[in-house]
């Protein structure tokens, strides 16, 4: 299949800053076990705007003026590199490239299928060129097969947001009927988070986040809703939001998914939850430390809580949260956008104005000016 010597990409060109550029740069012919992509679209994360922006201080800075970003990209097979006879990545196939580009597969995070703390994994957009471009490289033993059926712009987002909130209710331990609360409900992973939690897992989603996403979150799937603009800022207003949640809720959540990075919404988790709730962190924050009032010793023996955290997912809950999509259980609210229309995506992003899921469709005519 003939693919371009040269192909388009978006490249952070001032790392630390909202700055980038659409330049020419070589298609690359795939190595051993690789696979090339020709890329149809791909996803927007809040992670993409932490790596181009240097704002987790936990991740090296890029160092570097011509990364290509991105993470959630789905596209068609249109080379194999050598020792990949056997068929089990053909050309034609669709698949799809996710957060982690490959993971080692052999440490102790991948060995009990934790794979998103793998000790040396590969990150797509950080460490390797990401999906904001028209070609990628891909391990064929890690990209993700897309279901026949699902459309691949809706596909996308569920390569990241859509795993890795799945992945947060797997370790929650609530059961279906049970009240989870989505603390930032209404941005890219919580309103993945209502629909899959809701009409995926059978739970009763209590969305927590600013008055104009409320719509969103009960279109999500979200049962009920709180405003955070109804309480005041700091230890009062939190107690007033726990009373809130446990009245309606019926004495506390049985678990509560922090998928925002405001440490606001971690200081007030821990007492939205009943008696042996679970606090599953997911939200990534800049780096300081997480405050979680009235998370003492005493507090966590005495209620049998569970704190936890959640890093993506591993490849078996990537194949079946796009099952969920491919079926029709979930259907992922998204815009879609040209590659000229990221800097405003990633703009409206850290704003907060950003409601679901940004998509950049990645057809050679969408990259015209």
């Known amino acids: 299949m003939y693919t371009s010597p040269t192909h388009n990409a978006i490249v952070y060109d001032s790392p630390g800053t909202v700055s980038l550029k659409v330049a020419k740069v070589s298609t690359p012919t795939p190595g051993s076990g690789q696979v090339l992509l020709r890329l149809s679209h791909s996803g927007v994360c809040h992670s993409d705007f932490a790596v181009m922006t240097n704002a987790w201080q936990w991740l090296p800075d890029l160092g570097r003026n011509d990364q290509v970003g991105g993470h959630e990209g789905v596209g068609e097979v249109v080379q194999l590199g050598p020792g990949l006879e056997d068929g089990r990545v053909k050309v034609g196939d669709r698949v799809g490239v996710k957060w982690l580009a490959s993971a080692c597969l052999h440490c102790p995070a991948c060995m009990t299928g934790l794979e998103g ?63 989870v609360v989505i603390s930032g409900a209404g941005g890219g992973l919580g309103s993945l988070a209502c629909e899959i939690g809701s009409r995926g897992m059978g739970l009763r989603i209590l969305g927590i986040d600013s008055a104009e996403k409320e719509t ?16 005041p800022r700091g230890a009062e207003g939190n107690q007033a939001m726990a009373e809130e949640v446990k009245r309606i809720t019926g004495g506390g959540a049985a678990a509560v998914l922090v998928v925002t990075a405001a440490n606001a919404a971690y200081a007030q988790a821990i007492e939205f939850l009943k008696f042996h709730g679970t606090l599953v962190a997911v939200g990534v ?40 999509a491919a079926r029709g259980i979930v259907k992922p609210k998204i815009t879609i956008h040209r590659p000229s229309e990221l800097k405003d995506i990633f ?23």
């Open 347 to 369: 703009t409206r992003m850290h704003s907060g104005e950003l409601l679901g899921r940004a998509v950049l469709s990645l057809g050679r005519e969408d990259w015209e000016t």
């Open 285 to 324: 924050t800049p780096g300081e430390q997480v405050p979680i009032e009235n998370c003492s010793a005493n507090r966590l023996i005495v209620g049998q809580l569970t704190v936890t955290g959640s890093s993506v997912g591993n490849r078996k809950e990537a194949i079946e949260v796009l099952d969920m």
């Open 216 to 231: 969103l979150a009960r279109e999500c799937g979200a049962e009920e809703f709180l405003p955070l603009d109804r309480f």
């Open 117 to 179: 703390s793998c000790f040396t994994p590969t990150i797509s957009g950080y460490s390797v060129p990401g999906t904001f471009q028209e070609y990628v490289l891909a391990p064929a033993n890690y990209v993700t097969p897309i279901p026949d059926g699902l459309a691949s712009e809706l596909a996308a987002p569920m390569l990241c947001g859509g795993v890795t909130v799945y992945s947060a209710f797997q370790k929650s331990r609530a059961k279906a009927g049970e009240w």
